[in-house]
């Protein structure tokens, strides 16, 4: 399984950004999928998930200014990040679960990570 990122960029506080994550070596529609960033000096967090049926999950910090979805037909997963904040500043990762919905054990597939960098 491939997963590869695009959409990074350096943005000023308020400001959106769009992360996309393109998937290969499975079947895409099948599996949940998420995202993850870590920021220096920081664990890895999770950021927001969705579910083979498209059902979101967010960590608290983001919602209601990021939206997770994904396309099936393109096989890739969205993360629309708006009224960015500097703490938002992260190497974001897509993340690909092993089953139809976000796993408590965590992603089996990782991509190469993406910088997002949010300047006040």
């Known amino acids: 399984v491939q997963l590869v990122e695009s959409g990074g960029g350096l943005v000023q506080a308020g400001g959106s950004l769009r992360l996309s994550c393109a998937a290969s070596?499975?079947?895409?529609?099948?599996?949940?999928m998420g995202w993850f960033r870590q920021a220096p000096g920081k664990e890895r967090e999770f950021v927001a998930a969705i579910a083979w049926n498209a059902f979101p999950y967010y960590t608290s910090s983001v919602k209601s200014r990021f939206t997770i979805s994904r396309d099936n037909v393109r096989n890739t997963v969205y993360l629309q990040m708006n009224s960015l904040k500097p703490e938002d500043t992260a190497v974001y990762y897509c993340?690909?679960?092993?089953?139809?919905?976000?796993?408590?054990?965590?992603?089996?597939?990782w991509g190469q990570g993406t910088q997002v960098t949010v300047s006040s």
């Open positions: 070596g499975r079947t895409f529609s099948r599996y949940a």
């Open positions: 993340a690909g679960y092993s089953g139809i919905t976000p796993a408590s054990e965590g992603p089996m597939y």
